[in-house]
């Protein structure tokens, strides 16, 4: 089946520095790719939605300059936290519509991420 | 914007039966989808629902009513790895193609 991987799984950074976290869809090619951002016990919170060869659109309050997105390639969607504060300590997690019949998401495996 | 609730716990024992209800408030509803989520990990997709109806899938089963905006996953003979969060979302008509709107999410516990 279809697999999109998340690159780091985990990371542990310094508050004020920035974080970039990848994400690849490896069988397919995916024009939009989808960002969440999911707190303990909460759901999944959609940051933005990745667009291939354009900008990101954002969901209502999340800071654009702050969560940078950039959609390279048919295949890779990099979410970079800039001067990230303990309070973007959270699971992020990324994913792809898989074009079959459902059209159902594809998740990443998430990233944790927390600042010190 | 798009309203969809579902509760937040729920337990059962081993074997048992258990229906987790999602209810939703949307315009232009254009699907729904069950997801199964284990602690620290990525969200899987059950089952999706676009006509009324039961969707039986081996020991799940999700329903759908359009009318009533109303829908129910169903989970039998219950296994202690089926603990976990299950995520009800909608798909809506006019939005990115793909982009969901995710419930809160059930933590299911199920107990020996």
């Known amino acids: 089946g279809a697999v999109v991987s998340q690159h780091p799984s985990r990371v542990i950074c310094k508050s004020g520095t920035s974080v970039k976290i990848e994400c690849r869809s490896l069988?397919?090619?995916?024009?939009?790719m989808f960002w969440y951002r999911q707190f303990p016990k909460q759901s999944l919170m959609l940051m933005a939605t990745?667009?291939?060869?354009?900008?990101?659109?954002?969901e209502q309050g999340v800071e654009k300059d702050k969560f940078l997105i950039n959609h390279a390639s048919l295949t890779l969607s990099t979410l970079t936290v800039t001067s990230a504060h303990p309070e973007d300590s959270s699971f992020y997690i990324c994913?792809?519509?898989?074009?079959?019949?459902?059209?159902?998401?594809?998740f990443g495996p998430g990233t944790r991420l927390t600042v010190l | 914007g798009q309203n969809i609730d579902q509760p937040t716990e729920m337990t059962a024992t081993e074997g048992a039966i258990v229906q987790i209800n999602c209810t939703y408030q949307?315009?232009?509803?254009?699907?729904l989808f069950w997801y199964q989520q284990h602690a620290g990990e990525a969200p899987t997709f059950l089952s999706y629902?676009?006509?009324?109806g039961l969707e039986e899938k081996g020991r799940f089963s999700s329903f759908l009513s359009r009318s009533k905006g109303y829908s129910y996953l169903l989970l039998k003979e219950l296994q202690m790895k089926d603990s976990a969060s299950y995520l009800c979302?909608?798909?809506?008509?006019?939005?990115?193609?793909?982009?969901?709107?995710f419930g809160r999410g059930t933590q299911l516990t199920v107990w020996p």
């Open positions: 629902n676009v006509l009324d």
């Open positions: 994913s792809a519509p898989s074009g079959r019949l459902y059209n159902e998401q594809f």
């Open positions: 949307t315009s232009g509803f254009n699907g």
């Open positions: 990745s667009n291939e060869g354009s900008k990101a659109t954002y």
């Open positions: 979302a909608v798909s809506v008509r006019g939005s990115t193609l793909g982009r969901l709107y």
């Open positions: 069988d397919f090619q995916a024009t939009t």
